[in-house]
């Protein structure tokens, strides 16, 4: 009995110990992606934080969080122009310095999240230490040109701008979003389209390529500029998003990711622009469903935080 008792004794005592160190961190991340600053996500276009549990950066925030980052989820106005969803990012951020007690933010945007987080880094490079840029149309999208053939002022435009509208008003009601943020539907579309990421471009060139397809300045006013794509709209037969994303793969004169061409989403230091991924898989999604003969889209964000990390930043 009494060696049953000690065998008890020692059982817990080792089981406390075991919870005690954890709780000190000796068990704890390898900080492999701890870096500096703290890492600030932006959406893309119709983009959210989380619905119905459901995280638009399905598993990358807590893989980032579990080896050491600070990571910030934001959300923005899902539709409206560069300008203005970076007027709020930037409001977010300053927010983010306050609470966090750094200086300056990583700031990672997907899709129209690039050029809102640029837009950020341009006006207060103070408060950013680098922007990383996800299948993002710098220089516009062959999507929003073609739809920007429809007639400016008519009756089209104005359906279509009201299904989109209320479809952006939906999932920011639907994310939980603690104010409504406003929806301007051809804001976003003059924004993305080429000419008007052209005259963006011009007014906030920091990293932009200034050839067709190279790479930009990797270093401006103190920021890091960085960008990674994919260039596959086909991936996952059963994640449901690839037919579309097949569909408007056929706008393009070049390899896209259903939404982004290739030369379209270079920003400063090109990572890789031909990851088998589709535009959704960049952020992992659909609930994971990407291509089986590519890196997961979780160790690719991993590596960027890495990679800053060991930057400096």
């Not at 011009?202 to 890091?224: H, L, M, W």
């Not at 589709?278 to 291509?291: A, I, P, R, Y």
């Amino acid at each position: 009995m009494n060696k049953n008792k000690t065998l008890l004794a020692l059982s817990l005592g080792t089981a406390l110990a075991f919870s005690s160190h954890a709780e000190a961190g000796l068990f704890g991340s390898s900080g492999y992606t701890q870096t500096k600053y703290p890492i600030v996500l932006a959406h893309g276009m119709l983009g959210f934080d989380s619905i119905l549990g459901v995280n638009y950066w399905y598993g990358i925030p807590s893989s980032l969080r579990s080896d050491g980052a600070k990571v910030y989820v934001t959300e923005v106005s899902q539709l409206d122009t560069s300008e203005a969803r970076g007027e709020q990012l930037l409001d977010r951020v300053e927010e983010i310095v306050a609470i966090s007690g750094k200086p300056k933010v990583n700031l990672i945007g997907h899709s129209h999240g690039g050029p809102t987080a640029r837009y950020v880094a341009s006006v207060r490079p103070d408060l950013v230490a680098s922007i990383t840029s996800v299948g993002s149309p710098h220089k516009g999208s062959a999507v929003a040109d073609f739809l920007r053939q429809i007639p400016p002022g008519s009756a089209s435009e104005a359906i279509l701008a009201g299904i989109v509208n209320g479809l952006g008003a939906l999932i920011n009601f639907l994310s939980g979003s603690s104010s409504t943020t406003p929806q301007n539907a051809l804001g976003s579309l003059e924004s993305l389209n080429s000419a008007g990421a052209a005259a963006f471009n011009a007014k906030f060139p920091q990293g932009v390529p200034t050839s067709a397809c190279g790479e930009g300045a990797y270093s401006v006013n103190g920021v890091r500029y960085y960008s990674w794509s994919g260039t596959s709209p086909l991936t996952n037969i059963l994640d449901v998003s690839d037919g579309l994303l097949g569909a408007t793969s056929l706008l393009f004169n070049e390899p896209n990711d259903g939404l982004v061409g290739r030369c379209s989403s270079h920003l400063g230091m090109v990572i890789r622009d031909n990851y088998r991924m589709n535009h959704l898989d960049e952020v992992n999604q659909t609930f994971g469903l990407t291509s089986l003969f590519e890196t997961s889209p979780v160790t690719v964000f991993r590596q960027q935080a890495n990679r800053l990390k060991t930057a400096g930043l």
